[in-house]
């Protein structure tokens, strides 16, 4: 089954680039890969999705691996309000349903 | 444009009883999407359905558990008969058309505690 990898806990300190990993070695080459972030009691927000190329937005950076086995969502500086929890999700080709991985919770450091 | 609403947002219900959740789209979506949270754990798809039709509920436990999502009105997953294992955040989200590329928009979820 289809699944993505994910460290539990990350910290960072404020205003430093954060890097958190993703690794999803069962993807197949029409899956997307998408990151949500979700704060306590919240539903899930959305920060980036791609399929094969790096893709850049006004939230975060997505780097995907050449074999597009693993993924970094790259937060360029860190704040307080991203502290949260980072899900890496595959979309599978013939579906719409998102995989969620287990998350990572990131915890920024004044 | 407001989000995606779902409400009750807290429910509480004895076990027997029957749960109902309602979700409401964001304006012009017409694709929409429920997921259950156990607690600390990550969201597992539950059900996928346009309007009038189910398209995918293989998330779906085969009893208690329905969902619907009318011409009109917003959508519904009702569960039977409710055990304390039903117990978790449920969330709905939306998309504008049935398409990998689209990102879901999620609502703030609706957190079902059965005692």
């Known amino acids: 089954d289809a699944k993505t990898t994910q460290p539990n806990s990350m910290e960072s300190n404020e205003e430093e680039p954060v890097h958190l990993p993703c690794n999803h070695s069962?993807?197949?080459?029409?899956?997307?890969i998408h990151w949500y972030r979700q704060l306590p009691s919240q539903g899930p927000e959305y920060v980036i999705h791609?399929?094969?190329s790096n893709v850049n937005n006004r939230m975060a950076s997505l780097a995907i691996a050449e074999d597009r086995k693993s993924s970094t969502l790259i937060l360029h500086r860190a704040t307080l309000r991203d502290a949260a929890v980072y899900y890496c999700?595959?979309?599978?080709?013939?579906?719409?349903?998102?995989?969620f991985g287990t998350g990572t919770r990131l915890k920024v450091l004044a | 444009n407001a989000g995606v609403m779902q409400n009750p947002r807290h429910l509480v219900r004895r076990r027997g009883q029957e749960a109902r959740l309602r979700c409401s789209p964001m304006?012009?979506?017409?694709?929409v999407y429920w997921y259950r949270q156990l607690p600390e754990e990550g969201l597992k798809f539950m059900v996928y359905?346009?309007?009038?039709?189910?398209?995918?509920e293989s998330g779906m436990p085969k009893e208690r558990f329905s969902a619907e999502f009318p011409k009109e009105g917003p959508s519904i997953l009702r569960i039977q008969q409710v055990v304390r294992g039903d117990s978790a955040a449920y969330f709905c989200?939306?998309?504008?058309?049935?398409?990998?590329?689209?990102?879901?928009?999620f609502g703030p979820g609706t957190r079902l505690t059965v005692t």
């Open positions: 999700i595959l979309c599978l080709s013939g579906t719409y349903k998102y995989i």
């Open positions: 069962t993807i197949s080459g029409t899956d997307y």
């Open positions: 304006k012009g979506h017409s694709h």
């Open positions: 791609g399929l094969t």
């Open positions: 359905l346009q309007k009038e039709n189910i398209i995918d």
């Open positions: 989200a939306s998309s504008p058309a049935g398409q990998r590329s689209y990102e879901q928009y």
